[in-house]
C-alpha cells in the first residue's frame, strides 16, 4: 500500500493560520492521501531544529517529499526549516517581502501578533456576543431579544447551536436561536417573540433523512426520531418560512463556516475579525 | 488627517482563510491604519466586476492604492481582479501553481472545497463535541465527565467558557469546565468529582484588575465584583491549581486562539480541522 504524503503546518504561535491555508489549498488536490500534522509554538532554535529532524524522518519513512507550510517570523527559524529535504512553502516570504516593498516600511518580524489578545474593548465584545448566544440558545428567555444581530430559527437538530456559537466566536455576532416546535408548525406562525423581529430572522433546514439520524442517536427508536416525524417537520417548518418570508439555509450540505458566513453576508452585518 | 490603506480580502466562498491570513500579515505593520474589507462569495464575473471597481473606488477616495487579497479559484475572475490599480496578493498562483508542479498533477480549480460540509462522520464528531461541551459548561453536570478531553477550572469569568467552545468548534475537542467556588478556595482543593480526572485538568487564571472590570459589569458594585474579593479568589485559585499540579495559563495576556492551541499542545491532543 502507497504511504501517504506528509504536510507539515509550522508556526511560532497558534498555527490556526497555516493549518487552514495549508488545508484549504490541500483540498484542491482531492486525489492524493495526505497525512497532516500541526507543529505549532516552534519559536526557538532547539524546537526548529526538531521540525527539521521530524520532516527528514517523514521524508525517509514515506518514501515521498514532505510538504511544509511554515509561518516561521524569525529569519533563523525559516533559515533552519528551509534545510530540509521538503517542498516549503513559507508564507512569509511569499506575502511579508512584497508587502514590505509596497508598504515602504520593514515589518515588526515579530512572533505573534496574530491572535493574541488585543485590546480590552474588541476582547470584551466577543465575549459578549458569546455570552449573549449561549443565554438566548435554544429560546430560553426574550429578555433583550431586541439586541440580537441575528436571530436562527429551526426545528430542533438542524444545527441552530453550532453556528450560533460560531457566528459570536469568529464574528463578534449575537446570534440567538429559537426551536420551531411541533405547535408553532401546527399554528403555520412564527414564535410571537419573533413577529416584531422577523428582519432579522434567518431559517435553517435540512434533509429529513441527516435528521432522522442526529436525533436517532439522541433518542433512539423515539417519535422524534422517527423519519415519517422527521419528515413532517422539516416539510412543516419549510412552508411556514416560506409563508413568513424568512430566507433559509439547508445545513445539510453546508458547513458552519459556510451558513455563518452566508447568514451574516445576507443581513449585510460587519464581520469583525479577532 | 491622513486616510487609511483600504485592504480589500476577496474569497469564492466564505472568506475566512483569506481574512485569517491576510489579517495575520497586516498585524507585522502595526504603524499603518488599515481599513479592512471582505467581500465573500464572489463567485462569477458580475461580481468580480463589481469588486473591482469597489478596489478603484477605494484607491481614488483614499489616495493610497489599495491590497486585495485573493483566494479566488477560477482563472477569469483572478484575472479580473488582477486588473485593478491595487496590489493583489493572489493566495491561488503563489501557492497551487508550485504545488502542482510538486505533486505532479493539476488542481481541482474547484470553487468551495474549503469548509464545505465534509463526510457526516467528521460533521457528526464536531457537533457531538459542541454538544458536550455545552452540557459540560461551568460544572453543570458530572455526567459522562470521564468522557472529556479537557477540563478546564478557574474562578468565575476567567475565560473558560469561551476557550472550551472554541476548543469544541474549532477542534472538534470535547471541552467540560468547572467554576472553582469559594468554597473549594477556602478548602484549598479541587472539586470531588475532578479528582480522579487530574491528569485532563488545566486551569486559566486572570489579573484581579481585569476580572474586577469584567464583573462589575455583571454585577455592579458587588462583593463580587470588588477588586478585594476578586484579588482573594486569584490569589486563592493560583496557590489552589499549584498545590494540585494544575497547569495554569493567564487569559489576561492570550488570546482565545492562543489559549485553545496551548492547552491542546501541552496535553498532546490531535487536532482536528474542519
Request: one cysteine or more; a neutral charge; glycine letters at 4%.
Amino acid at each position: 500500500m502507497s504511504q501517504p504524503r506528509t504536510v507539515f503546518f509550522v508556526s511560532d504561535r497558534t498555527g490556526i493560520t497555516v493549518e487552514m491555508l495549508g488545508n484549504s489549498l490541500l483540498t484542491q488536490f482531492d486525489d492524493i492521501e495526505f497525512q497532516r500534522v500541526t507543529l505549532p509554538f516552534i519559536d526557538n532554535i532547539e524546537k526548529a531544529r526538531d521540525v527539521l529532524s521530524q520532516v527528514e524522518r517523514a521524508g525517509v519513512d514515506s518514501g515521498k517529499r514532505p510538504l511544509v507550510f511554515t509561518s516561521l517570523m524569525t529569519e533563523t527559524l525559516r533559515h533552519e526549516i528551509s534545510r530540509a529535504n521538503a517542498m516549503v512553502l513559507d508564507v512569509v516570504e511569499r506575502f511579508i517581502v512584497p508587502l514590505e516593498e509596497e508598504l515602504g516600511i520593514k515589518s515588526a518580524h515579530a512572533i505573534g501578533r496574530s491572535h493574541s489578545a488585543g485590546n480590552f474593548k474588541d476582547y470584551n465584545h466577543r465575549i459578549e456576543a458569546v455570552n449573549y448566544t449561549l443565554a438566548h440558545d435554544d429560546g430560553m428567555t426574550n429578555r433583550n431579544l431586541e439586541q440580537a444581530d441575528i436571530i436562527l430559527v429551526g426545528v430542533s437538530r438542524s444545527g441552530k447551536t453550532p453556528t450560533c456559537l460560531y457566528m459570536a466566536l469568529q464574528f463578534g455576532v449575537k446570534a440567538a436561536n429559537y426551536p420551531l416546535i411541533p405547535e408553532d408548525l401546527e399554528r403555520m406562525k412564527l414564535p410571537p417573540a419573533l413577529l416584531p423581529l422577523r428582519h432579522k430572522v434567518w431559517g435553517l433546514s435540512i434533509l429529513p433523512e441527516r435528521l432522522k439520524t442526529i436525533r436517532q442517536e439522541r433518542k433512539p427508536d423515539s417519535k422524534y426520531a422517527s423519519f415519517e416525524n422527521c419528515k413532517w417537520e422539516v416539510d412543516a417548518a419549510e412552508a411556514l418560512m416560506k409563508t413568513a418570508g424568512i430566507s433559509f439555509l439547508n445545513s445539510t450540505t453546508k458547513s458552519i463556516e459556510e451558513l455563518a458566513a452566508t447568514i451574516l453576508h445576507e443581513a449585510r452585518l460587519v464581520r469583525r475579525v479577532y
